[in-house]
């Protein structure tokens, strides 16, 4: 005999603020839900806004893992909203905008300013010479194993939880964190990138850099694409080792 599923009320607790408003201040608001079956939080959400309260602001684009955006504190924890199924959580869910960002208002935070400028500061571009660059040269072969090494640490997001998850971040806020340490292994990975170890060493062999990592492991437990953080890590760390002992 099938077991017949009990429904359940969802007491979802957001955390809600508007900055922008000076009568404003950080309260939690409680909505009640009534859960369906293959509900996410990105649907507990829009019932949420259709049927309780059209102010509540969130962010979503692609509710696929895809975009990035949604990331927020899921009972305490950083995490993709359109990826976390609430029957796999109680029925009190506590919501907040992730730390660290800026706040634009409720559970929607500007990640944008904050990954640009890392991208700026690691340079995360192919550094090619010119006449290298030639439209009509061909691509070099890459080994296939290497491309997909490299297609891995593509895949990141720019969710921005591995940076809510870090500790090191919270006291050192120039820290690179896991996100920009990500960056740097990737294209020290690729070989169109043609900057040197030494040029390497001076983006990310300080304190603020891959020497500031307190290995707290954070990064990797919340990474909703599972990236292989700390081994990317522990690959930046050596090379910078031996790049230190050359010279
Ligand atoms: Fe998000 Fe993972 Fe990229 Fe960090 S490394 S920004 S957690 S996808
Ligand atoms: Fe932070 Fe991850 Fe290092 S959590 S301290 S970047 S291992
Ligand atoms: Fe795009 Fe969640 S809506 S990752």
Redesign the pocket.
């Known amino acids: 005999m099938s077991e017949v599923k009990k429904e359940r009320i969802l007491k979802i607790s957001i955390l809600r603020f508007d900055p922008t408003d000076p009568k404003d201040f950080p309260h939690i608001v409680t909505y009640e839900v009534e859960e369906a079956d293959g509900m996410t939080l990105f649907i507990a959400l829009n019932e949420i806004r259709e049927h309780h309260d059209n102010s509540l602001m969130f962010d979503f684009v692609c509710r696929a893992g895809i975009c990035g955006s949604c990331s927020m504190l899921v009972n305490g924890q950083p995490k993709l909203a359109c990826r976390v199924l609430t029957s796999k959580l109680d029925a009190n869910i506590s919501l907040a905008p992730l730390p660290l960002f800026k706040l634009i208002r409720d559970l929607s935070i500007y990640t944008g300013e904050w990954m640009r400028g890392l991208s700026e500061r690691v340079e995360s571009w192919i550094h090619d010479k010119e006449e290298e660059l030639a439209f009509d040269k061909l691509e070099q072969r890459m080994e296939p194993a290497l491309a997909d090494e490299i297609y891995e640490l593509d895949r990141c997001v720019e969710c921005g939880c591995?940076v809510a998850?870090?500790?090191?971040?919270q006291m050192k806020p120039n820290?690179l964190?896991?996100v920009g340490?990500n960056k740097v292994a990737r294209y020290h990975l690729d070989p169109r990138d043609k900057r040197s170890d030494e040029e390497y060493y001076e983006i990310v062999g300080d304190e603020d850099g891959v020497f500031?990592?307190?290995?707290?492991?954070?990064?990797?437990?919340v990474c909703p694409k599972d990236l292989p953080?700390?081994s990317k890590?522990a690959y930046l760390r050596r090379m910078m080792i031996q790049t230190a002992a050359k010279n």
Do not use: H, R, S, V
């Not at 998850?165 to 971040?169: A, L, P, R």
């Not at 500031?212 to 437990?221: A, F, I, Q, V």
């Open positions: 591995c998850g870090c500790g090191t971040i820290f964190g896991a340490l500031g990592c307190m290995t707290l492991l954070g990064c990797e437990d953080l700390q890590i």
